[in-house]
């Protein structure tokens, strides 16, 4: 088992920047990608960015976010900046014990966060 808890959320108006964090704890050497998600209100929960051996990045938010790792903290990071309204949503971070599927997915991942609030205003 793995326990995600993350923080770092909150409102921030448009141009600036957030960075949120997620702290794993358990059987942490045994995940294979570490990832963030979104969800807007009324909308599906959205693939944001992931770090295997490499990074990947939704295309909404490549060269404004950054995903990286502290392994000796067990916890990995969302450094966002350029914010836009349309990012406002609930971030999960979630984390994988496996290799099905693509870190895209949300049926990749096994573990995950309950989510931290990130509102943008214009």
């Known amino acids: 088992q793995v326990q995600l808890v993350e923080s770092g959320g909150g409102l921030v108006q448009a141009g600036g920047s957030l960075r949120l964090s997620c702290v794993a704890s358990g059987r942490t050497a045994s995940t294979t990608a570490t990832g963030w998600f979104r969800q807007a209100p009324g909308k599906e929960r959205e693939f944001v960015a992931a770090v295997t051996w490499t990074t990947h990045y939704a295309d909404s938010v490549k060269g404004r976010f950054t995903i990286s790792r502290d392994n000796a903290k067990n916890t990995v990071y969302l450094q966002m900046n350029t914010l836009k309204p349309e990012d406002t949503a609930v971030y999960y971070c979630?984390?994988?014990?496996?290799?099905?599927?693509?870190?895209?997915?949300?049926?990749?991942?096994?573990?995950w966060g309950q989510g931290t609030q990130v509102t943008v205003s214009s």
């Open positions: 979630t984390a994988s014990d496996g290799y099905s599927g693509s870190v895209r997915y949300t049926g990749r991942y096994t573990y």
